[in-house]
T-cell receptor, first 115, second 113 residues
């Protein structure tokens, strides 16, 4: 069974630009959640989607947004990039929302560098 | 606010040694996961523990969930260079949202050949 696929793996942007990251969950998984990982802050929850609906949102500014499509694929967008947005963005999928057991299956991440 | 504290933050040991990593909280979790993350990759789920006092073994790795379901430990026997990575614990408080999953800050493990 194919795992979670994230694209692109690496990207470099400049301040003020915007970026879109894509995530294809494991086949059959309907829940997708996004995390930002930085050395200083660890893994921080961005948002969670289930059946094309945003179920929860973390404590991030409105520049961070996302959506989920009918095939469960998800995208997240960051507008007006700031230097502090440089991070590894991780997507995780699960069968149901939060998977009750807490088990998440992560992609390899998209490494964003903002110059 | 629920917090998961991991200790130690960094650990560098010689190949063949044993080690234990701890994950502690004042909150009760319905389940707890351990993940390993290698540089530039996403976390990979190692194990889930759900019952207080539960012990699970994965080859040389032994995971234990505390009786009160507030803490957990990961013990590695005869560490090998392939065990190098960032170990994350994550506690699920029940309910149905990934936003309720609390991640520890991680233990960065380095095994020297």
């Amino acid at each position: 069974k194919a795992g979670v696929t994230q694209t692109p793996r690496y990207l470099i942007k400049t301040r003020g630009q915007q970026v879109t990251l894509s995530c294809s969950p494991i086949s059959g998984h309907r829940s997708v959640s996004w995390y930002q990982q930085t050395p200083g802050q660890g893994l921080q929850f961005l948002f969670e989607y289930f059946s094309e609906t945003q179920r929860n949102k973390g404590n991030f500014p409105g520049r961070f947004s996302g959506r989920q499509f009918s095939n469960s694929r998800s995208e997240m967008n960051v507008s007006t990039l700031e230097l502090g947005d440089s991070a590894l963005y991780l997507c995780a999928s699960s069968l149901v929302v939060g998977a009750n057991t807490g088990e998440l299956f992560f992609g390899e991440g998209s490494r964003l560098t903002v110059l | 606010t629920q917090l998961l504290e991991q200790s130690p933050q960094f650990l560098s040991i010689q190949e063949g040694e044993n080690l234990t990593v701890y994950c502690n909280s004042s909150s009760v979790f319905s389940s707890l996961q351990w993940y390993r993350q290698e540089p530039g990759e996403g976390p990979v789920l190692l194990v889930t523990v759900v019952t207080g006092g539960e012990v699970k073994k994965l080859k040389r790795l032994t995971f234990q969930f505390g009786d009160a379901r507030k803490d957990s430990s990961l013990h590695i026997t005869a560490a090998q260079p392939g065990d190098t990575g960032l170990y994350l614990c994550a506690g699920a408080g029940g309910g149905s949202s990934a936003s309720k999953i609390i991640f520890g800050s991680g233990t960065r493990l380095s095994i020297r050949p």
